[in-house]
């Protein structure tokens, strides 16, 4: 409910005095009295439409029946929601809805029975059960037969005999179920923004479509999953997961796949995932999850190719072999290389005790610290960097005026954030996107860059100079004389980018009171990701001269914050406590010497073999297949598929999946959130901090010894504050690294990033493993950018 | 392609939403019809999706979705002419010329429209071909009255 003054109206509801604030609806407040008032096209959080009619009440002194949904209350307000006349109107509009809705399961006599025997094993002519819907169960509709006590409908029966439409990879569309109620409309062009549907067609004929019939993909559908998640009916509905049934449990847990990090419910029946999103249960918070979160968990979870037993590799054949003898044979061969023959590279898509428990057994049992995440950034110092700037809350994004993302395609790598910049464009916020090729995002902005590909550094260096003179602002006299030198006509050239542009940059931005940059990651794949973080900062140092300026880092992966907060990183232990300084923190807390040394990171492991000394590695997840890793002595890979890499491995253990996890994420805000299980791994699979226990066990290591995976959160939390401090705090001067400009056009070497791949799981590529992600990715074939 | 970009610029600088059932009616007016591709344009131009600017030009009957036949066909299914049959008429011209109103014959020789009312119920059931009035249609007379126009 919102009140913008914060006065209280006293109503009356069914005889009950109740105070709401000014402005809220009939329905909110009856909502807040406890009083269940039917409705079908509202959606908390949308617009209210008054399209069902279901919500009428009746109110003393005014005309008619007017709608729950979209009346505000008055002071004094007399309402009464359940009066038999407007229970019989109600029910009499249910009939004219359902006249367009097959409703054999709805008012059948059986169907109190009809759930218990349809499970039948009798090979005879009866009917056990209709099944024409996949919501049957999880349907409003019945829910409010059931309500209005609905026995027959009256009206001739029209059926809109349309074609299902199957032809999309996530979900089908039967629109011959569908009522109307505009929820997937709306939440699709008031809250996604993504324009696929639309009502098409009046009257009788009206139909929820798009343009010329074409397929959502065409229509530039993003598979977010809202208006699947929306529909109460089965009119949309996921393909995994049809005609499974209703499910019976539902877990809140953590999305994993990107640094957003959602909280999702995950819906099970048995041992199976059903599907996520908001039913049962609470709808999902933020509003809605991407395609990742929505349709991928369940498909990796459920794959067929995972495997479920240790293998070990006997000339490129897989052998199970069982859990005892497999940690006999690793721990065998770890005792020989043990130290820095010894490396282990984890997975960003991993929980903290994880990553924790994987960098202190390479530090602790191995006694190495080559430990590291894959892929990496070339800047090692990033996320301590990063770490020493304020975090920008998602939902706080909606409150800036201006927006300025660079170098990102957050549509496709954090489309919730993106999301938030969407609502922001719509608030009336200016939006300056720039990055080197076309996206979605362009869609939302108001002044749009595209420069050329490498050129980030000397496109900041524009904006930089100009900022320096249009605001006046000092900076300190190194970086002053710097941006003396460089010349505006050069930098022109070589980024694609007109002054006339970059001064209009600065003019949307200096009406600004409070300004975000959000910076995209292909700023820090870059080789110059150096001199474009100390240039970021720059602007941000001098935007909050005159501006409230926040900066928000779109880092991929899921927890790679909290993994390299924890420990996995070659140069820092826990908490970013440099190795090289020999910080006693940590050795006392573990009661070892750990070496002062650097340790590898992944690219040093794998591109200098054979010949660093470096013989032995354990892999989390997956890596890009690299020809050296078969020079590597003993190799073990914990992954939940067999994949490329695994051809060089000597051991392969299978891996629990995120929704069979324990554990905590640190996610882009810096929060910590929780994951919990929703189902029970295969029964072979043990999870990694177990493995490495065991392996410590049979290495007669008594200082790394867990039981519990809620231990290691214990010891963690007990040297290391999880709840990150997110108050200002002070960043540290930044040197400006000048990149050359002068070098003519022609002559630059040109640095292609290509777009990363968003859509991977610890390293697995789930457009590889998932066909229908494949179809996708083939059929969008660069048309989105 | 461009070019209607460029026409748009000219008669609808403010780009305003608002703007787009004139600048349907303009392309209906320049191209007798409503090409998919200019909805595509039209959408850039405005920042509406194409969806929606489909769901707004199918709401309102002026719009079409194909060109236009050599000779358009006006039924009217108003009161009188509802009375008087004027469905059969419509079906048997449907069967006769082999497509449903709102679309146009594959050898461009007719499109077809059912309208409400043509202003002359005394004669119903009416037709109209291009400009001329049909009046007091029956099903033989249709064949007779089609084959006069090529």
Redo the contacts between chains.
């Keep these: 409910m919102k009140s913008d003054k914060g006065i209280y109206i006293s109503v009356e509801i069914d005889g009950k005095q109740i105070q709401v604030p000014e402005g809220s609806t009939v329905l909110d407040a009856a909502t807040s009295a406890g009083i269940y008032i039917p409705t079908l096209c509202y959606l908390k959080g949308l617009k209210s439409y008054g399209g069902c009619r279901l919500c009428i009440v009746e109110i003393k002194n005014m005309i008619g029946y007017p709608t729950a949904c979209t009346t505000p209350v008055t002071n004094e307000m007399e309402i009464s929601t359940k009066s038999p006349e407007l229970q019989s109107i109600r029910r009499e509009i249910l009939e004219l809805i359902l006249s367009e809705h097959p409703y054999s399961c709805l008012i059948c006599n059986d169907k109190k029975e009809c759930q218990d025997f349809m499970y039948t094993t009798r090979k005879v002519t009866v009917t056990t059960g209709c099944n024409f819907c996949t919501s049957n169960g999880g349907c409003e509709l019945q829910d409010l037969v059931e309500y209005l006590d609905l026995k027959d409908i009256r009206f001739p029966i029209t059926y809109r005999n349309v074609q299902a439409i199957k032809n999309n990879p996530f979900y089908d569309l039967d629109y011959n179920l569908c009522i109307l109620c505009g929820r997937c409309v709306r939440i699709c062009?008031e809250e996604r923004y993504?324009?696929?549907?639309?009502?098409?067609?009046?009257g009788n004929s009206t139909l929820v479509?798009?343009?010329?019939g074409e397929s959502q993909i065409e229509?530039?559908c993003e598979y977010c999953g809202a208006c699947v998640d929306v529909c109460p009916t089965g009119s949309l509905s996921e393909k995994m997961g049809s005609w499974v049934g209703v499910p019976t449990d539902s877990t809140t847990s953590t999305c994993i796949l990107c640094s957003v990090g959602c909280r999702m419910n995950i819906n099970t029946k048995g041992n199976r995932i059903v599907n996520i999103g908001p039913r049962p249960g609470k709808r999902t918070e933020p509003d809605q999850l991407c395609i990742r979160g929505k349709f991928i968990p369940a498909d990796i979870t459920h794959h067929p190719e995972r495997i479920i037993k240790p293998l070990i590799n006997k000339n490129g054949a897989w052998l199970e072999i069982t859990w005892d003898q497999a940690i006999d044979i690793i721990t065998k061969h770890f005792k020989e290389f043990s130290g820095n023959d010894f490396g282990i590279i984890g997975s960003a898509h991993d929980t903290i005790e994880n990553s924790y428990a994987l960098q202190k057994f390479c530090r602790v049992v191995m006694g190495s610290n080559n430990i590291d995440l894959s892929p990496t950034y070339n800047d090692r110092s990033l996320f301590k960097k990063v770490h020493g700037f304020q975090p920008v809350g998602i939902d706080e994004i909606i409150g800036f005026d201006a927006i300025f993302i660079i170098g990102s395609n957050a549509s496709v790598s954090h489309p919730i954030i993106e999301n938030r910049v969407r609502k922001a464009y719509h608030h009336d916020a200016k939006i300056i996107t720039a990055h080197s090729h076309l996206n979605r995002t362009y869609?939302f902005s108001n002044e749009r860059i595209i420069y050329h590909p490498g050129s980030e550094n000397i496109f900041l260096l524009q904006i930089l100079k100009d900022l320096k003179t249009a605001q006046n602002i000092k900076f300190p006299k190194d970086i002053s004389d710097a941006l003396k030198l460089i010349d505006k006509k050069h930098a022109s050239t070589a980024t694609g980018i007109k002054q006339a542009q970059i001064r209009k940059i600065i003019e949307s931005l200096a009406p600004a009171k409070k300004i975000l940059i959000i910076a995209g990651d292909t700023l820090f794949k870059s080789s110059s990701s150096n001199d474009n973080f100390n240039l970021l900062s720059n602007i941000h140092f001098a935007l909050n001269k005159f501006a409230d300026c926040g900066m928000m880092f779109l880092v991929d992966d899921g927890n790679r914050f909290g993994a390299t907060y924890t420990g996995m990183h070659p140069e820092y232990l826990p908490g970013f406590l440099e190795v090289r300084n020999g910080e006693k923190k940590w050795s006392e807390a573990w009661g070892i010497d750990i070496s002062p040394v650097s340790g590898l990171s992944t690219d040093e492991m794998i591109s200098n073999l054979p010949g660093n000394n470096f013989k032995s590695l354990f892999l989390k997840g997956d890596l890009p297949d690299h020809e050296k890793l078969n020079e590597l002595e003993f190799f073990v890979q914990q992954n939940m598929f067999i994949t490329e890499t695994s051809k060089y491995a000597d051991i392969l253990l299978p891996a629990y999946c995120f929704t069979e996890s324990n554990g905590h994420i640190i996610n882009i805000e810096r929060n910590l959130k929780q994951i919990n299980p929703a189902v029970h791994a295969p029964e072979f699979i043990k999870p990694t901090w177990q493995i490495l226990s065991n392996i410590s066990r049979k290495l007669k290591n008594k200082s790394f010894q867990y039981r519990k995976t809620n231990e290691i959160y214990e010891e963690i939390t007990a040297k290391l504050d999880l709840s990150i401090d997110k108050t200002s705090r002070k960043t540290s001067k930044f040197v400006l690294s000048m990149p050359d400009i002068k070098i003519p056009l022609k002559k630059r070497k040109i640095e292609m990033i290509p777009e990363p791949d968003y859509f991977l799981y610890q390293g697995n590529s789930m457009s590889k493993l998932i066909p229908d992600m494949k179809q996708l990715i083939d059929k969008k074939g660069g048309k989105h950018g | 392609m461009s070019s209607l970009l460029n026409t748009l610029g000219k008669h609808f600088p403010e780009c305003s939403k608002g703007d787009l059932i004139p600048i349907l009616q303009h392309v209906q007016h320049q191209e007798g019809y409503i090409p998919s591709n200019t909805i595509r344009e039209i959408s850039e131009y405005l920042n509406i999706s194409c969806s929606t600017i489909y769901g707004v030009a199918t709401f309102y009957s002026q719009f079409k979705f194909n060109p236009p036949g050599r000779h358009s066909i006006k039924i009217c299914l108003g009161t009188a002419c509802h009375v008087q049959g004027g469905d059969f008429i419509l079906s048997a011209l449907q069967m006769e010329i082999g497509i449903t109103p709102g679309s146009t014959t594959e050898d461009g020789r007719f499109d077809l429209e059912r309208v409400a009312c043509l202003g002359c119920c005394a004669i119903a059931p009416v037709m109209m071909v291009d400009n001329d009035i049909h009046s007091r249609l029956s099903v033989i007379k249709l064949r007779q009255i089609l084959s006069n126009y090529e």
């Design positions: 062009n993504s324009g696929v549907l639309a009502f098409v067609q009046r479509g798009t343009a010329f229509a530039g869609q």
